[in-house]
């Protein structure tokens, strides 16, 4: 059989794709902080209601 040249991702291609994935956990992070600081802001606004209303459903 003859030989295969198996082509290898340049260095430039791969530092990319590291920083991409950099970034995007990044961006996860900071949506995730996002949410939380929502959540957190809901159960506050949740625990201020008169316990008479906390129970309204949606």
Known sequence: MGDRKISQPSATAVLTLGQDIQDHALTMASREDELL???SEI?????????????WSI
């Open 43 to 55: 159960e506050k606004s949740l625990a201020a209601l008169p316990p008479n209303k906390s129970n």
């Open 37 to 39: 600081g929502k959540i």
